[in-house]
């Protein structure tokens, strides 16, 4: 009996550990939380004090994001999850793309922009979005349940990108895609600073790492890649 509790318990240890090994931990960036995931530093995550720059009316010239919801060519009735929703900058936009058949998810981490949200949605009478509080781990979705999952300059600030990117997959419907935008580490010019950039080859190599399989780059964006991945 005593052998077959100090099993149980090693066992439970393990299991708490299980992915650990896959994080290494030095100092970096100081815009980085000195966490490493396959050679990129993860960010900071930018908190609720950053919705006047999510919302900046120079966003539109800036990232052209009309441009980026049409490359997501929703369609009327589709389940859309926006992961790290924000401000909701996206979500009020997509709304009426996917129609009152569809159904928009903003999935946030951050109680405060949960609450921003829910008050901006009552506020604009939308009743097609439904709102998530996410964990650092997790994105809080029914496996199977949604056609596309949009994630605008957030994936790099993942604490945890492996487990994070595995619930996304396992969300998503089979052969529904994520779209992950994210500014250009290739490109000097884009004027963020590099801990929030990726390149679309590590990209790819995370995304690839938990079950994805990369469709293409649609390279129409001024400051950010637009990369396509499909759950096979």
Known sequence: MRQLFLYVLIATISASCIGQDRYAYKTGDPNGIGK????????WVMGHQGISWLERSEREQEENTSLLLQNLALKAGEVVADIGAGSGYHVVRMSPMVGPAGTVVAVDVQPEMISYLRNRLKKEKITNVDLVLGSDSS????????????LVDVYHEFEYPREMASSMLRSLKPGGLLYLVEFRAEDPDVPIKEVHKMSEK???RELEAAGFRFVKNIANLPWQHCLVFERP
């Open 202 to 204: 590590q990209a790819v």
């Open 139 to 150: 994105c809080k979705l029914p496996p199977g349940t949604v056609n596309k999952l949009l």
């Open 36 to 43: 490493w995931y396959m050679g990129r530093q993860i960010a």
